[in-house]
């Protein structure tokens, strides 16, 4: 897992997993369809990736298309740098 | 009867403004394929009638929906109504067991179902038992879908087209689902004069005109649908779709409101607090918006506050009110919300279509200033729940002098302006982003999971005046599982806004003397 996936992981875990067993959340784990993340998450999700990348989310990417799995989201993310 | 049937805010509109846009679908691609006249939308649902009847459906049967919120599903809605049927709106978020579970609960003749969730649909039906045929829209944007369902239906020859049935007034117009305690969702049945009713005490307070243009934002199995779609029809405004995924995105939707030049908004409180902390409001120009409605749940007051300072101009008005009577009492929010004030605003007086009183739980009327049940009766109350017949008795009570009421299992206080004050759930209720989450049914997915041996679920406030569902597990032995795999479950069973928040497991969960789960002591907990 790389550096980026890494902090994403650690991060979900810590606000919307607590007490879970990391090896649980995989990179392909579905986070917003598998119930994980749901849309007020999301946001705050976003709102981390802004401040910890310093990239900027678009409204219409906040979604399930562009963020569902850790590996999504490093990918997505590595895009806007 | 009030104005006639409930499609007559759609045909007097047709009459009347026969070019005027009546529909708009706020997301679509092309702003040019996404809207429908009032001639068209009437004409599109006779064809929806026509086919309905030739299909069999037969005055007093249901029909369902089953597609994403567009001009189809307004014209689909229409034509139901206007073959003397009720529509019964199904959540397309929702999994397709629980809405299968729906619409074979309440038999329904046909019903109208985008392709997309055709398959696990037709897999859930068939388990239930002998299903009837579907029409499929292969796609839904514009009414286009809607047509060529119906022109496949056809085939070589169109329906014959014979005039709507004209419904007598407790006819039923729709049967909405709501969470039920047992575990199985409910069937509220409302009928024309309920509907219209209801949407005469709108035009009354609301002043909605030509002019307005108006959101739909909730989903159309949603009662604040009902608002939306006919007091919009009805005066002759246009109605602005506002689809499920976009209607979760606060600053999509911030645009949506400027761009689309919204007057009239309708919406549960909590997306008005998203809409306040993440829609960035102050980069638009929201001046078109002259009313701001809210139901569903309590509107914390510095989230009230807050969203006033962006958006000072609208009128702001609290509507309560359970799907078995849609919206029984109102509060204008009288100016600004005062800097410190904490307490949550009245839920306010009786609509003039209802009358209310609060009872004790021996049936006994309460003095002013006492709390007790709040109570219903009038033209707005539900006929009843579909074939429930001890659970719809348990839910009215009659008085001395022989008058039906509702009970709507809040609790409230008259203050002595005459405005009441809800004080909380008689039962183990909850809202959730407006929605009704009975925990009880969330307790019973719950122990359809083959490692959970006890399931206990709570609301808990939280610190924005909302609550948060907290699941207590005991699971059998050596069988614990992970919460990803729990949350997966519950999003499978459950729509999203009943998976808990939190889970906590234990060996065995704890008991009162009478041997039931103790969930004082659950609450307790740290």
Known sequence: MTPITNTIKDFILKEFLPGENPDELTETTPLISGGILDSLATLKLVAFLEEQFKITVEAHEADVEHLNTLSDIAKFVQSKR | MAAGPLFSTLDDSAARHPDKIAVEEAASADPALAAITFRDLASLSERARDSLRRLGVRPGDRVGLYMRKSIDGVAAIFGILKAGAAYVPVDPGAPPARNAFILNDCSVRTALVERRFEERFR?????????????????????????????????????????????????????????????????????????????????????????????????????????????????????????????????????????????????????????????????????????????????????????????????????????????????????????????????????????????????????????????????????????????????????????????????????????????????????????????????????RHPAIREAAVIALPDAEGGVRIKAFLSCREGKRPSLIELKGFCAANLPAYMIPDLFAFDDALPKTSTDKIDYQRLKELP
């Open chain 2, 123 to 447: 897999n859930e039906l068939e388990a239930l038992g002998p299903i009837p045929s579907l029409i499929i829209l292969d796609d839904v944007g514009g009414g286009r879908g809607l047509r060529a369902a119906l022109d496949r239906e056809d085939g070589r020859d169109r329906a014959p087209a014979e005039p709507s049935s004209g419904p007598s007034p407790d006819d039923l117009a729709y049967i909405l689902y709501t969470s039920g305690s047992t575990g199985k969702p409910k069937g509220v049945m409302l009928s024309h004069r309920n509907a219209m009713s209801f949407v005469d005490w709108c035009s009354e307070v609301f002043a909605v005109t030509a002019a307005d243009r108006c959101s739909s934002h909730a989903p159309f199995h949603f009662d604040l649908s009902v608002l939306d779609i006919y007091l919009s029809l009805k005066h002759g405004a246009t109605l602005v779709l506002i689809g499920e995924e976009v209607g979760k995105e606060p600053m999509r939707l911030a645009q949506i409101i400027a761009e689309r030049h919204l007057s009239v908004w309708y919406s549960a409180p909590s997306i008005l607090s998203f809409l306040t902390q993440y829609g960035n409001l102050d980069r638009h120009d929201l001046s078109a918006l002259r009313l701001v409605l809210f139901a569903g749940e309590v509107f914390p007051v510095k989230l009230l506050r807050a969203l006033q300072q962006v958006l000072p101009a609208p009128r702001y008005f609290n509507l309560y009110g359970p799907t078995e009577t849609n919206v029984c009492t109102y509060y204008e929010i009288p100016g600004r919300v005062p800097d410190d004030r904490t307490d949550p605003y009245p839920i306010g007086t009786a609509c003039s279509h209802l009358r209310t009183k609060v009872f004790e739980p021996d049936g006994a009327a309460v003095p002013v200033g006492q709390e007790g049940e709040l109570c219903v009766t009038g033209a707005g109350v539900m006929q009843g729940y579909w074939n429930l017949p001890e659970q719809t008795a348990r839910a009215f009570l009659r008085d001395p002098d022989g008058t039906r009421w509702y009970r709507t299992g809040d609790i409230v206080v008259e203050a002595p302006d005459g405005n009441y004050i809800f004080m909380g759930r008689r039962d183990r209720m909850v809202k959730r982003r407006g929605y009704r989450v009975e925990l009880g049914e969330i307790e019973s997915s719950l122990y």
